[in-house]
């Protein structure tokens, strides 16, 4: 057994050096796969009509003429045959990323698409023979004396490649081998779509990064302490987790902010997600929260939506939810454990003057058939819900948690009635945010003026701050009154 149970040894001659710009004139591939306890070994190769010229300098390299590939079929015409072996493969090659760039731009124009584990043999050679210098391929072919005829050509490089790979096996044992190639399957290249130094550009610091696709669609948000890290596990994802694998190949361009803090990561993340619906983020995508108020007379709860809220109108409510269904979730069973008439209550419907449902099996104390007021069941119902009481704002002026750490710049995030009003960088601006949402009476008094709309509340924001009021002054960063 090899390092994967379907191998593609893959060359590519082309016009240049660009997959985007330039076009494949050759292609050879070598499969190696796995049947019972024999290998079985198949080759291929076409030339291939790339539709340009051929350069000069290209054409001395690899001997491909534009005579010789004037009657090849073009790309498309053999895509389907590429992909068919390809597919499900690991994809081996030396400078495996320009290869596999390559291959995947001609079959995206072909309509074909290709995800495959890449494994390239420089960085093979590198990892097996570190003393052995250089690792280019003709260095590779002279060090293990391997027989290579038409060098430069696709198939050739390609049956080299497949040839070298036995010798490397020969030379430090079969478990050697896929021991070191399990390691680079692991630690696999970018995306083929980002940049070589994309990842080195982003810092290993606390913060939240957005994975975008083609034309900047956002696809993915997320916060780590440690952005190049996280930002990298995407990209070395398991391969038979197809989700994660599709993330990591669709992505054009990687974003990031650094934070000061854990706190401030989270709340730009949930902003990042809130605001941009990124297409990977299925479980967070935004619902509409909501509050619950349980009135009396009817004796019923209502279900209110949190950014119909005014900012100081949440006294008495109960919330906030992430959506109308889990609310309603939520009231159900807090009234049924609490042996509340779900029908007096307007949770279910019911039959004027009839017993309810549960009332037939012993679990309603009676309301629907006058054994106990409605406005009791509400009382009641308030009860049993108050673990998810809103509490009231602490005090009465806005709050800055201050976030710093060494060499960064600190994150004053402004909160006014469980609401984040933004997240600045020093006191002065983080007093004037909180003035424009809440301005000294007498400013109101004096000139009419009215404060600025509140930002509806977010129930992440909301746990998150009150979780953080109630771990101060042990939690990180400090409180300031604004
Ligand atoms: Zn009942």
Redesign the pocket.
Known sequence: MLFAPRIAFVDVETTGTSPTGCRITEVGIVNVSQVGDALVVDEWSSLVNPGVPIPPEIRFLTGITDAMVADAPPFAAIAPDILARLDGAVFVAHQARFDYGFVRAELERAGLGLTARTLCTVRLSRLMDPDRSPHTLDAIIARYRLTVADRHRALGDARALWLFVQALARRHSDIALRQAASRLLQHPGLPAHLGADALAAVPPAPGVYALLGQNDQPLYVGRSNNLRRRIASHFSADPTRERAVRLASETHRLEWRQTAGELGARLLEGHWIRTRQPSHNIAQRRTRPVFVRIDDEPARPRILAADLLAAEATAGLFGPFASRAGARALLLQAAGQAG?????LGLER?SPGQ?????QLGR??????GQSLPAREAQALRVAMAAHRMPPWPGDQPLALVESAPGTTPDWHVFWQWRHLGSVHDETTARELAARHRPPASALQAAGTLAAPAPAIEPEVFRLLRARLAEMPAAPGRVVEL
């Open positions: 509340l008439c779900l029908a007096t019911r017993a309810c449902f549960r009332r309603c104390a009676g309301a629907c058939i």
